[in-house]
């Protein structure tokens, strides 16, 4: 059941503007990796290079699906989406005059979640008890935190084997970004997801990371092979902590 | 269940008014009735791409006129077929021409469908505003082809003779009216049947969030292609008809801008989240109208429209079904008990308390 990502000298660009350099990341079977960089380094045009929403003007990203291997820059947001990699984009995206529950339903719009839609319904509704009491009120109507779950929530309709998540500190008070990363843990650990996380909170990501990478300006600066190495780098310290 | 009580009360209503009219025996309510349930097809339709997706379409009129001008080629077609077909195909085209008013329906349709398919996959990369210039230009774009194109009358116009009597019912005005009865019936269930399915749920994040949408896998493009064959193919629906019942079809007539504002107004009046608003506010705005062209003059229609237009912007911006909405939200929640407010809220697919 392994599933991993493999990136390969990517670049991107919006127009004229370069966004990504020569990206290459290694995302391997039941990992955590964080991608960490400020704001406008290219971290989400990372992230929707991956499910295909903007598309690479040259590398490779390959994705092992439990041992199978697929070109994702030669297929549709649709087919990468069923191949079940999930993305929790930044700043949550809901559909904010939906209710929690079609919100929900619809993480699992795609033909193969949608037969096993109550058992995920279920599922999510027991990792997230908050959701099960609002399952009727509209998604713009919860706080923060709450959306955040569901944004969570909703991609693990699809019951993912690779979940991608995207600043999910954004706009959030410190102990729910907190209680947000803890969750992302812990759902990775029940359901043997590979996780690749975007973040700006250096300390926040590093509690549940395995390995991470810096990427500044669009090209991977320091890539770490364990949080020891992230933590005690001085490329860090200089350019993105300003010790 | 909920489904066979909107076909049952759709068609109680439209024939009881056709058997008051008919009782009445005066004409001119069928004329009037047929640009008010004209109008209702061109609301819903509108509403299928500007309601549910949020894509704002000001070009309505070139969907409209489209169906309108297949059926006058169709027409010129029948009426000179030993011109225009040789001559061992002459007897064959006798046969079959002239077609009947619901075939030339079904052909409008796909003529304005096929438009309408054509224009999402010019603009549907264009969001908001930049989308709704595109499709007022593609209204002027059209509009310069049929000028220019003589065979069906160019700037001068063509005039079609109907028939002055139909077997059954007589008139023929009741017959074009019973059909856009059945066509208003066709469009408002399409347009409910839209709003129960995964599709018109794919719709609503489209209109909500697109990129999110696409996250989730929901197939945006195939979706924003369904709306806008859909939404143009029931605009050129309503269209095929129109030269038979205005007897005179001229290209600033068919490409008027009171189709483009009405199909847009109705439905912002309504509401634009329910069938029942573009039905609500077509029936509402078209009355009014019909009664104020008998009574005022047919010159202050369209400042009808713009007031109501500019008033409910301001004070209602959800429409008369946002209204509706807000005061069973105050009255549903009583007991949890359904009421009938509530009862009447899941009828029209609104969720009682949202909002």
Redesign the interface.
Known sequence: MASSITIDNVDAAYGAVRVLEAVTIDVRAAETVVLLGTNGNGKSTLMKCIMGIVRPSSGRIMASIDGVQHDLTSLTTEQIVDLGIALVPEGRRLFPKLTVEENLALGAFRPTARAMIKQNLEACFETFPRLAERRSQLAGSMSGGEQQMLALGRALMLAPKILLVDEPSVGLAPILVSRTIDKIKELKDRLNLTVLMAEQNFTQALRIADRGYVIVHGKIAFAGNSVDELNNNDLIRKFYLGL | MRAFYFYVSSILVGGLFFAFARWLGNDYLFFAGYTVLQFVVLATAWNILGGYCGYVNFGSAAFFAMGAYSSVALHKLAAGVDRYFPESLVGFAKLILPLNIPTLIIFGGIVSGLVGLGTGYLTLRLRGAFFAIATLALAVVLQTLIVNWDFVGGSRGAYIIRPGEVPILGSYIQYLFLVMLVLAVVALAAARIIEQS?LG??F??I???E?????????TLKLKLIATTMSGALMGMAGAPFPYYIGYLEPSSAFGLAYAVNSIAMPMIGGTTSWVGPLVGALLLGIIQQIATVTISSAINLLIVGLLLVGFVIVAPKGIIGLVQDFMRERASDKGQPTWRSRLAIFANM?PG??
């Open positions: 995964r749920y794919g609503a994040t209109r909500d969030d990129m999110a949408a696409e996250a989730c896998g929901v197939p969720r949202a909002r």
